[in-house]
């Protein structure tokens, strides 16, 4: 166990920043560690398991990009608000075809779900910047797209 006690240090150093892990902490006087561990193995099991992986897979892609949404808002970052807007549309358009060939989709793709909380992991962090990526990608085809039919 000492070992990996540098390692928990380090941890709890780093999960200090994040408000909702604090607030946790204080109200279960449980460490921010073991709860994002806990956490982690949560996800981890229902997607891999298929467990609740609909429903756990879903809340991580609608909640924490809300939660980014909000404070940009509250910020007036207009880019990050297109970017976030640029993200839901296209989460609503996965969605749309997990609902139109569910069935399809998960025999011939067992780990949808689990590969879809990695597609919502390289959109939503901010390391990685795929919506942002792709909302430039596609901002311009769109905007040439509504250009002309204004002018039409």
Same mark, same amino acid.
């Given at each position: 166990m000492?070992?990996?006690?540098?390692?928990v240090?380090q941890?709890?150093? =780093?999960?200090?920043?994040?408000?909702?892990l604090v607030?946790?902490?204080?109200?279960?006087?449980?460490?921010?560690?073991y709860? +994002?561990?806990?956490?982690?193995l949560?996800?981890?099991?229902? !997607?891999?398991?298929?467990?609740l =992986? !609909?429903?756990?897979?879903? &809340?991580i892609a609608t !909640? !924490?990009?809300?939660?980014?949404?909000?404070?940009?808002?509250?910020?007036g970052?207009?880019?990050?608000?297109?970017?976030?807007?640029? %993200?839901? +549309? #296209?989460?609503?358009?996965?969605? &749309?075809?997990?609902?139109?060939?569910?069935?399809y989709?998960?025999?011939y793709?067992?780990?949808?779900? +689990?590969?879809?909380?990695? #597609?919502?992991?390289? #959109?939503?962090?901010?390391? %990685?910047?795929?919506?942002?990526?792709? %909302? =430039?990608?596609?901002?311009?085809?769109f905007?040439?797209?509504?250009?002309? +039919?204004?002018?039409?």
């Amino acid at each position: 166990m000492e070992a990996i006690q540098p390692f928990v240090k380090q941890a709890d150093t =780093h999960l200090s920043q994040y408000k909702a892990l604090v607030q946790a902490e204080q109200a279960t006087k449980v460490s921010k560690v073991y709860i +994002a561990l806990a956490g982690i193995l949560f996800v981890s099991f229902s !997607v891999l398991f298929n467990v609740l =992986h !609909v429903f756990t897979t879903n &809340v991580i892609a609608t !909640v !924490v990009p809300a939660i980014r949404f909000l404070e940009a808002a509250q910020k007036g970052d207009v880019e990050s608000l297109k970017v976030y807007g640029f %993200y839901f +549309a #296209l989460l609503a358009a996965i969605d &749309v075809g997990e609902d139109l060939f569910y069935d399809y989709i998960l025999f011939y793709n067992p780990y949808w779900w +689990a590969q879809k909380l990695v #597609l919502v992991g390289w #959109l939503i962090f901010p390391q %990685y910047l795929g919506a942002k990526t792709l %909302y =430039h990608a596609v901002a311009p085809h769109f905007a040439k797209l509504t250009g002309a +039919a204004k002018a039409e």
